[in-house]
């Protein structure tokens, strides 16, 4: 049971370059989540999506495009990296609480991203 | 706008005190809150949540209650060792459709020996 696994760990891009950022989870979630977390801003969500099929905008969504695979994994894309995005990514998944609202967050390792 | 405060960047306390970190929100109604504890380099792992109807709830050294009057969660850590030295992060969450939960920046809690 590896519970949520990040690919890659880091990665350094030049600006303008593309990359997915993958995250798989071995828990039968529903929701799964991306998040960006930079020095005194804590954790942001950029997108996230509640179950297999649907996928919500979160805070701060500009630049980025996601897609949920199937139930396991959901990726994160940069078309067009920039030294903004430059940031830790933490992708999370949940169940749902009986009552609805998400239950326990599960995350990822992490992958550290420099855009140059 | 929903708004989350947790009281300071960063605590210190010695070894064997206890340590109280402060989530206070506005503008939101929460049905429930979650503490998540998070070391360097690694991702925020959950230790506790309670829910708008409970006033406290504890494990092991860790106590945490939620007051919805004065929108504020207390996160206590007692007899508390450097180990437990870590960012701790609140977050609330509701039970209207699939809404995420909102994380507060977290407090940064330094124990010296």
């Known amino acids: 049971n590896a519970g949520v696994t990040q690919t890659p760990k880091f990665q350094v891009l030049k600006t303008g370059q593309s990359m997915t950022l993958q995250c798989a989870q071995d828990?039968?979630?529903?929701?799964m989540y991306w998040y960006r977390q930079d020095p005194g801003m804590g954790l942001r969500l950029i997108y996230y999506?509640?179950?297999?099929?649907?996928?919500d905008k979160g805070e701060v969504p500009n630049g980025y495009n996601v897609s949920r695979l199937n139930k396991r994994e959901f990726s994160l894309r940069l078309e067009s990296a920039a030294p903004s995005q430059t940031s830790v990514y933490f992708c999370?998944?949940?169940?749902?609480?009986?009552?609805?609202?998400?239950?326990?967050?599960?995350f990822g390792p992490g992958t550290r991203l420099t855009v140059l | 706008s929903q708004k989350i405060e947790q009281n300071s960047e960063a605590l210190n306390i010695q070894e064997g005190k206890t340590a109280t970190l402060t989530c206070n929100y506005t503008?939101?109604?929460?049905?429930?809150l979650q503490w998540y504890r998070q070391d360097p380099g690694r991702g925020p792992v959950f230790l506790l949540l309670?829910?708008?109807?409970?006033k406290e709830k504890r494990k092991e050294r860790l106590k945490v209650t939620f007051d919805t009057t004065l929108k504020q969660s207390l996160f206590h850590v007692t007899a508390s060792q450097p180990a437990d030295s870590a960012t701790y992060l609140c977050?609330?969450?509701?039970?209207?459709?699939?809404?995420?939960?909102?994380f507060g920046k977290g407090t940064r809690l330094s124990v010296i020996a």
């Open positions: 309670i829910r708008e109807n409970e």
């Open positions: 977050a609330l969450g509701s039970l209207s459709g699939n809404t995420p939960l909102v």
């Open positions: 999370a998944s949940s169940a749902i609480l009986s009552g609805g609202g998400a239950d326990t967050q599960y």
């Open positions: 999506s509640a179950s297999e099929g649907t996928t």
């Open positions: 828990m039968n979630h529903n929701s």
């Open positions: 503008n939101y109604s929460p049905a429930y």
